[in-house]
């Protein structure tokens, strides 16, 4: 069945250290995929998103490159602040899926001073 | 745009009493979804609604769980009765179907129940 893998954290680094969070899916057809964040004590929040085959997402300094030759929607940010430390989810949504969306099990990242 | 609304933000009752949380979904949104979320199970999927008709409810947990949708503009989760494993963060989504947007989630309901 559909399914959304992603790395486990927690992932620490020091603020301006490069960050990478991968994500691999199993899906039926072409899935439209995304990230989503979500800071402490708050609700989940689109960060980006790709809705076709190396489509490029990109938001607040994050990008993420749909390959679906690799199944993959890694994340990557060149340079983190403290304020990137959140928990990160990989999403797919499914074509015929009435909106309904694959969740990874989220990567908590910690950026440190 | 107002973005999803939840009611009440945090919900504290005693084993036993019903517990209603309430959304109001983005207007213009047809697809509702509902999901709960804990340290040890993460984030679950409850039930999602398109056009205010249930999908899926196959992620309520048991019988004590129901959710409606009366209108497009109004859905209710509710735990009848309550118990202390229910606490939690439950949140409510609301997605543009049809446009590949994701979802819309709410800032999210706190209960506990004692």
């Known amino acids: 069945g559909d399914s959304v893998t992603q790395m486990e954290g927690p992932v620490t680094l020091s603020e301006e250290a490069f960050l990478t969070i991968n994500c691999t899916y199993t899906?039926?057809?072409?899935?439209?995929l995304f990230w989503y964040v979500q800071y402490p004590g708050e609700g989940l929040q689109l960060l980006l998103k790709?809705?076709?085959?190396?489509d490029k997402g990109s938001n607040k300094g994050f990008e993420a490159t749909y390959r679906k030759e690799t199944t993959s929607f890694h994340l990557e940010k060149g340079s983190v602040q403290v304020s990137d430390s959140a928990v990160y989810f990989c999403?797919?949504?499914?074509?015929?899926?009435?909106?309904?969306?694959?969740f990874g099990a989220g990567t908590q990242v910690v950026v440190t001073p | 745009d107002a973005g999803v609304i939840q009611s009440p933000r945090h919900e504290v009752t005693e084993m036993g009493q019903e517990v209603t949380l309430r959304c109001k979904p983005i207007?213009?949104?047809?697809?509702l979804f509902w999901y709960r979320q804990t340290m040890m199970r993460g984030l679950e999927l409850l039930i999602y609604?398109?056009?205010?008709?249930?999908?899926?409810d196959s992620g309520m947990p048991e019988d004590r769980f129901s959710a409606k949708m009366p209108n497009a503009s109004f859905s209710t989760l509710k735990i009848q009765p309550s118990e202390p494993r229910d606490s939690a963060v439950y949140f409510c989504?609301?997605?543009?179907?049809?446009?590949?947007?994701?979802?819309?989630f709410g800032p999210g309901t706190r209960l506990t129940v004692l």
């Open positions: 989504a609301s997605s543009p179907r049809g446009t590949a947007g994701g979802q819309f």
């Open positions: 899906a039926t057809g072409y899935p439209s």
């Open positions: 790709a809705t076709k085959a190396d």
């Open positions: 999403l797919h949504e499914g074509p015929d899926s009435w909106g309904k969306l694959q």
């Open positions: 207007s213009g949104h047809n697809s």
């Open positions: 609604f398109n056009n205010n008709v249930p999908i899926d």
